[in-house]
DNA sequence: GGGCGATCATGAATCGATTCAGCAGTTTGG
DNA sequence: CCAAACTGCTGAATCGATTCATGATCGCCC
């Protein structure tokens, strides 16, 4: 009951030997003798020992701790991407700090900091815009950072190909015979944003086709399933040509702009096919099977940790594209 | 550039007054000149100083630093409880280390133990049926632990009323006329599995028939979403009555469910009416908006966490059925 | 038996923040 | 004018694990 936590002294003197030696069957069971060791070993069990990780880290300078900062917990892509983060680290015996910046610079900076204090061996972070000073400061204070879902040619980073994502989603479109699609993108500063509609200026263009008249964007301020049913609305109440199609910033965003056509009566995909991104497990499942360009997420946070831990170069993944009824009108 | 991370001694030193005066400043202000406070402050900034939390938690004996552990990551519902969870846990500061045992008590384990060399200030556990002795060791080491998800007279716990929820999904589907009912449930160690079962007889009894007759239960070792389908196939394939209703762990399970009713041919709820639990947030936008029993999950890690900080009895929540087309003919 | 390695074990010093008894200097009260 | 009370600061001691120069012990060979 009352047995306040034993520290390695408390071993030392109940095996009779020093603190010393018991930090070496710790760490170094190679030198210490069979008999010593076991003797020691039973101590430790007896007394329920468990190093102290504080004291440790506090000597050792490094911590067995990451951090990683994404943007929404809530959302099963970033989940899936602490999932390949988590084992990764597991087999370096680390243990992972999960933050949920909420897309909110002010969190961020707050879980910057905390990590910091804790001394985190190293910070992964899916990054806005405003994420790369901070991280400077880190380096300063000699924590490494990774960059998840994002690429810079300064920074060590893991990402996904998002303009060969973009370029997929609106080819497939194209080839299906729309001529006004509508972009349900993310905040312009978000450089998943950005690439995307790259590739989807590249596809028009390999199309042999105008951009402007073809893509029309809506930039969402958070990418929630309401915003992307606002952003529909906006969309369809708006002047000029109507689109028949859309291809959202991931199947959140889609599932809202589908319930809203759901609620006008709109067919999918007769009236207005539907992309979404991420492909999240509930895609196939939903009321029309969802169109969505798969991230091989559990891999990107495998190889996100894997960089802070070894020192590798950067990664590009590809994406891919899984075509359903929600933009198959052959399937419908 | 070179600049390692600065401690107290590097401010006292540049402020030029003693380390102790620096200390004060940081836990203790108010006994400090406002001149000499200035000063500190403005060392600390230009030295970009972070207090290392290591140390302070070695002399302090106690973290800022919480863990969590739940059975799956990749569940929406367990996200839910963890943004709850790190809700309350910003409000006083402290961070959250967020586990996934995968329901493998061996991960389990490993985590405890890594969370007791971390010295957490508590843990917070939706636990197995393994996890209660592994839970005894924590607290003779002085880190308290509170149950999520579950209910223990022992044990400080959240929890929402599973008996309830099984009562109000069977009251739902024998009102809705049917005889036959499976029950696609998790391990019989879980507590919910068994609560729910509980509530099902209950509703049967309270109708005035056999729970034998009128309920088929099927184990599934794993709570995914292909076991859900292995389970139904298996259940349709037995011999004895067919089942005209199912009710399902969680929505995932439903999910798998529903998927093999659509590769038969099967309509829902015509050939077989499905209610899941968890209400996840795409429920209501699957191929059949699927009845769900909503928890209040957010709610229960926010209860969860300000448990373990500020020390108050047990809470339970209520549960409630939300009734959509799966389960519902009037609505087909 | 004395000398020489080799093998183990020792324990003081260290990491950085916090605490607290104690000191210098100032104010108050009789 | 001195004692007492108070203010603001000091710096050594502390938390627990790790490290490493040093010491102890043993075996081995000439």
Redesign the interface.
Known sequence: ?T???ASVKDVAQLAGVSVGTVSNVLNRPESVTEKTRARVEQAMTQL?F?????????RAGV?R?VGAIVMD??N?YY??L??GI?DRL?DD?H??????SDEDPQREA??L???????VRGVLVTPMASTMQRLG?LR???IPSVLMDSHSTQHTSVGVDHVSGGRQAISHLLGQGHRRILYLAGPPDLQQTRHRLRGAVEAVQAAGLDPIEVLQVVNLPNIT?NEGQRGLIEALEASGPTPTAVFAMNDIVA?GA??ELRVRGLSIPGDMAVVGYDDL??A??????LSSVRQPMRQLGWAAADLLLTEHPHTVFEPELIVRASSDLRRT
């Open positions: 009951m047995a306040q936590r329920n468990h190093r102290n990780a504080s004291a440790r880290q506090l911590s701790t917990v809530g099963p989940t899936e602490a999932r988590e597991a015996d243990t992972l700090i999960l933050c949920s707050q879980f900091r905390l990590l910091a204090e804790q001394g400061d300063r204070l000699g399933s599932l589908m319930r497990y509930f196939a499942e939903l009321m029309t099977p």
